[in-house]
């Protein structure tokens, strides 16, 4: 298990907090997340059956000149997502595209030093070349790795799973809507826009439906796992990238024999290749270089951070910056993305925007604006992040600092000899702060200042307090920062 090295002077990216862009290429118009894959295929065929590619094409040099342009500290590319359409020039299947995206991508990330990585997707793979081998076609999580002792069982599986990840998108939606409304915030429809392709048998599953449809498959996990193997060879042999991000990781339990497989090919034969599994972040893996999981909202940050600020191993968590990952709209705040950003990193995290395309390869113009807006709200503070280590304290406060606005979380990093206090706007709600800070805690105080303009702020003394007002015009949208000089 590679360690995160926390007291380290000389961390390198992949161990610091930082903020980093995953291009995405999964966001089509008309299909969800949950695709029914018979459909889809034969969507994307042309009249012999071969792939008839017409998107989301990708600009490539547009996209790395933007994370360039917007200084992130690391960016990924989607070299294969779920339906197994490779972006790059494999030798193990005709279903990809015509242009060698990822060596286009790899090679204008070393140009521009960019630290870059390569998504891809390891569990789920419906390139119509497996359908012979492909547990349940109609769904998109069909585990074509789980290892069981009769096909049936992954099947079983395989529906099960999908019913879990309905519930879970259903129960975020409802704990969405019932923290707004206890904040007075306009609460959002619950429903999914019922246009979208799909979305109703998505939201209401017949699970004895699609046993009955279900594709008679043969079992053989080993002929995919074998395909896994070789094109993760091919990627890292081919563009030397600085790291794989992949998507995702199964409890050994589950006997899921793509995890083994990339695990086991990662440390024996690319040891300093940056590995990394989405969903994670949560357990003990026999090899991985950082943990890694998703925070889609400012509730799912805020409990993720404080749950995840004393870690040892590094890690990192991914969301969209659009409204989810296959909702393209804009988010109604854009401040909020930022806000999902500055509380990982302040805990001691990295926070990676997923950026989708259009068709034509051009970013959706508000999503990439926010994350542009973030991108130069971070330039002048990017060390007061990468260069601080979380404070070790438990819970959800600072000890001995109070604010008057429940609106606002506080997150306390230590930099060099100073302290860094986050005082992180929750709601969009700006207004003056007044702030305690308790002298039995935080003693000898030489001053208190704002970053990253350096103003100092007027301190009110007693015995045993210090206050301190920050005015409205002083305020931050997105993160109100303080440096606690102490003698």
């Known amino acids: 298990m590679q360690k995160g090295h926390r007291e380290s002077s000389s961390r390198t990216w992949w161990q610091k907090p930082g903020f980093g862009i995953m291009y995405q290429i999964e966001a089509r118009p008309g299909w969800i997340w949950e695709r029914?894959?018979?459909?889809?295929?034969?969507?994307?065929?042309?009249?012999?059956?071969?792939?008839?590619?017409?998107?989301?094409?990708?600009?490539?040099?547009?996209?790395?000149?933007?994370?360039?342009?917007?200084?992130?500290?690391?960016?990924?590319?989607?070299?294969?997502?779920?339906?197994?359409?490779?972006?790059?020039?494999?030798?193990?299947?005709?279903?990809?595209?015509?242009?060698?995206?990822?060596?286009i991508f790899a090679h204008e990330s070393k140009r521009e030093n960019i630290p870059f990585m390569f998504y891809y997707s390891s569990v789920f793979d419906h390139n119509p070349q497996f359908d012979d081998i492909q547990p349940v076609r109609n769904i998109t999580s069909s585990f074509i790795s789980l290892h069981r002792e009769k096909k049936e069982e992954v099947v079983d599986f395989c529906l099960k799973f999908r019913q879990f990840i309905i519930s879970?998108?259903?129960?975020?939606?409802?704990?969405?809507?019932?923290?707004?409304?206890?904040?007075?915030?306009?609460?959002?429809?619950?429903?999914?826009?019922?246009?979208?392709?799909?979305?109703?048998?998505?939201?209401?599953?017949?699970?004895?439906?699609?046993?009955?449809?279900?594709?008679?498959?043969?079992?053989?996990?080993?002929?995919?796992?074998?395909?896994?193997?070789?094109?993760?060879?091919?990627?890292?042999?081919?563009?030397?990238?600085?790291?794989?991000?992949m998507d995702w990781f199964m409890k050994s339990a589950f006997r899921e024999g793509s995890t083994k497989v990339v695990i086991d090919l990662m440390r024996e034969t690319y040891p300093n290749i940056i590995l990394t599994f989405n969903n994670s972040i949560n357990e003990q893996l026999d090899w991985v270089h950082y943990l890694s999981g998703e925070a889609h909202t400012v509730d799912s940050a805020w409990e993720q951070g404080n749950k995840y600020r004393q870690k040892e191993q590094s890690w990192e968590l991914v969301g969209p910056a659009a409204k989810s990952w296959f909702d393209t709209s804009p988010r109604s705040d854009p401040y909020e993305v930022g806000r999902i950003a500055v509380i990982i990193m302040a805990s001691g995290g990295k926070f990676c925007f997923g950026l989708p395309s259009q068709m034509d390869g051009s970013l959706y113009p508000k999503?990439?604006?926010?994350?542009?807006?973030?991108?130069?709200?971070?330039?002048?503070?990017?060390?007061?992040?990468?260069?601080?280590?979380?404070?070790?304290?438990?819970?959800?406060?600072?000890?001995?600092?109070?604010?008057?606005?429940?609106?606002?979380?506080?997150?306390?990093?230590?930099?060099?000899s100073d302290k860094i206090i986050h005082l992180i706007n929750l709601t969009g709600n700006i207004k003056s702060l007044n702030i305690d800070i308790s002298l039995d805690i935080w003693n000898n105080i030489d001053y208190?200042?704002?970053?990253?303009?350096?103003?100092?702020?007027?301190?009110?003394?007693?015995?045993?307090?210090?206050?301190?007002?920050?005015?409205?015009?002083?305020?931050?949208?997105?993160?109100?920062?303080?440096?606690?000089?102490q003698y």
């Not at 609460?187 to 939201?203: E, G, P, R």
């Not at 990253?452 to 920062?481: A, F």
């Open 448 to 485: 208190v200042k704002l970053e990253p303009n350096g103003k100092k702020l007027t301190l009110q003394r007693s015995s045993n307090l210090i206050s301190m007002i920050i005015s409205q015009i002083d305020v931050d949208p997105i993160d109100t920062i303080i440096r606690i000089k």
């Open 168 to 245: 879970q998108f259903l129960e975020g939606m409802k704990k969405r809507g019932k923290r707004k409304k206890e904040r007075g915030d306009q609460v959002d429809k619950m429903t999914v826009d019922l246009n979208i392709n799909s979305s109703s048998d998505f939201l209401n599953p017949k699970v004895d439906d699609l046993k009955n449809t279900m594709t008679q498959f043969t079992y053989n996990p080993q002929m995919y796992e074998s395909y896994l193997q070789n094109q993760i060879i091919e990627l890292i042999e081919g563009f030397k990238p600085d790291g794989m991000w």
């Open 367 to 416: 999503p990439a604006q926010h994350v542009e807006q973030f991108g130069k709200w971070y330039k002048s503070r990017r060390l007061i992040f990468t260069e601080a280590f979380p404070m070790d304290y438990k819970g959800e406060k600072v000890p001995g600092i109070n604010l008057n606005d429940e609106n606002y979380g506080i997150i306390g990093c230590i930099q060099g």
């Open 36 to 103: 029914d894959f018979d459909k889809f295929n034969a969507s994307m065929k042309d009249e012999n059956g071969n792939l008839n590619f017409n998107g989301p094409l990708c600009k490539i040099k547009e996209w790395v000149h933007f994370s360039k342009i917007v200084g992130v500290d690391y960016h990924i590319f989607e070299s294969k997502w779920h339906d197994g359409i490779c972006y790059f020039d494999t030798n193990y299947t005709n279903w990809k595209t015509p242009i060698d995206y990822s060596n």
